[in-house]
């Protein structure tokens, strides 16, 4: 069964009507088993971090799928939690109780709430609170046509709703003659406008699905600036970027998710995100305040994501348009959260426009995985770059490394433009520069090099100067990743194990029978391997007929 929820209608008498709902929904028995191992979600409850969400409040808005506009609420019995945990918020109506006056039962909401909060099947199955409000009156859109100019406002709660992360499994978009279309650029701008004014004054993380094809672009209000942008990793794909109005690289991040849709694929990293902040909030991240920070915490959920096959961006996209930045891996996201934060190196300000090779000095960032929540200054006149110096080399383990850096800003407060930061790798021997990311419509820059050789590196935050920037300060938020993956082998009687670490996350073995070329690696037959003690151990029998191995990413 296929049908959308249509939430609202405005303003009656235009021919378009512009109309919220939830995309695409396939009813359909939840299959958690693989999907939370895919998401990272399995093997960091192996390493028995207690992580469930404790202590954080959520919100989720749902838009009513009859026509009445009453069904929105998420039954607690259908997702093993008590009455008490909720409180359902319509038209400034509240109540406690459930079943209650304000709405009835949704079906979509029960399903949000399954991959989201469930006892017994969520992410996060220990939330503090819910606030289940009905969409419509949470996000209030308004449209006012004076001649041949339609002036677009939208409007969120008047105060902090006290929610650290809300998730958004509807979209806005425009019903004309019985199809459905994309916002214009115009009305983008609004939505968008109300959710990153609301993410800053308030800390808020929107996480938002992308849509499911239809519309066939990216939809508010997903393509707000400050929160996540959320696709689906299977079936036919959620709508792809980039944003109508900027081109902007929209959705951030993908998830596989029951049904194959990102009503289901939202709730996953919605989730994620407030285990990732239960984690921060009791030090695993270190004793920095700025660990909480929102923008700290996408730049690690976006930094951990697993890159598929296919995965391209292009320049200067810092993205993938279909997938973002890959998908969603919490456990990658949790343990460079532990290695905690690490400051820059080095600052130095340069004629604006002018080349920033490496600075020679001999400190340097003491880990390969991390992240950094710092500030960045330019001027009229000059730009600003923040050096981060790795010695990228473990004597451990030969060969290249994969490097991943993620660097995240927001949007201010009732701005329309953003603060245009860049990030750029260079090799420090011979100052070449091996990657950028250089956006200037973005507010995330990622370098992701698959194969980077060992040696010293600058891995350089930089910031704009002149006299059209926002403000000539610019908090950002940096998460990085450089590991050397290597198979290790041991034998036992007539069996053997390969082992290689848990993290990063994401590895596959692969075998082949001969090495004559052509080469035929594959995964097939070759069981789940054991997490224990920091590895990943494989047990295999000497006479497998594959006698050649390797580790292969993507796991999926």
Known sequence: MVFYRKLTVKNLLRRNVIS???????????????????????????????????????????????????????????????????????????????????GGESSHADSVGWNFYDLYTGVATNVAHVDNYNANYFAQETEEV??????????????????????????????????????????????????????????VLFVSGAGDGVPT??????????????????????????????????PDITAVAPGDVTSFSCPYVAGSAAILL??????????????????????????????????????????????GSGVLNVFNSYEELTFGRHVFNFSTNVPM?????????????????GWDFDTNASSSSGDGVNHYFFNVTNSSRSGTFALTATLVWNRHKSKTAINNLALYLYNVANSNLVAASTSVVDNVQQVFVPQLAQGRYDLEV????????????????????AASESLGITSHGTNFFLSWPAYPAGFAVAAASSLSSPISWSTNNIPAPVYTNGENLLWLSATNSAEFFRLQTPNF
């Open 20 to 102: 919220l709902f939830a995309g695409a929904f396939f009813f359909c028995a939840p299959v958690y088993g693989q999907d939370f191992g895919q998401a990272g979600i399995t093997l960091l409850r192996d390493l028995n971090t207690n992580l469930n969400g404790a202590g954080i409040r959520v919100g989720q808005p749902e838009g009513p799928e009859d026509q009445a506009g009453m069904d929105w609420e998420v039954a607690p019995g259908s997702v093993g939690q008590p009455t008490n945990l909720f409180t359902y918020i319509s038209d400034g109506d509240v109540s406690t109780n459930f079943p209650n006056s304000l």
């Open 146 to 203: 004076i001649g041949e100019v339609t002036n677009y406002t939208c409007s969120l709660p008047a105060s902090n709703i006290w929610d650290s992360v809300v998730n958004q499994s509807y979209i806005f978009a425009d019903y004309v003659d019985g199809n459905w279309y994309n916002c214009g650029s115009n009305e983008q701008a609004a939505i968008d406008s109300a959710f990153d004014t609301y993410a800053v004054q308030y800390g």
């Open 217 to 250: 672009y990216v939809s508010p209000p997903s393509t707000c600036y400050n929160g996540i942008s959320v696709g689906v990793y299977e079936g036919a794909g959620s709508s792809p970027g980039p944003t109508v109005d900027n081109g902007r690289c929209k």
């Open 278 to 323: 239960q984690a921060a909030q009791r030090g695993d991240g270190g004793t920095a305040s700025c660990a909480t920070n929102m923008t700290t915490l996408k730049a690690l959920l976006l930094n951990g994501a697993v890159k598929p096959p296919d995965w391209t961006n292009i320049p200067p996209s810092p993205l993938d348009f279909r997938y």
């Open 353 to 369: 426009g002018t080349a920033h090779p490496p600075v020679v000095m001999s400190g340097s960032v003491p880990v390969l995985s």
């Open 462 to 481: 930089w910031k704009a100067g002149g006299g059209s920037i926002v403000s000539t300060k610019e908090s950002y938020a940096l998460a990085w990743q």
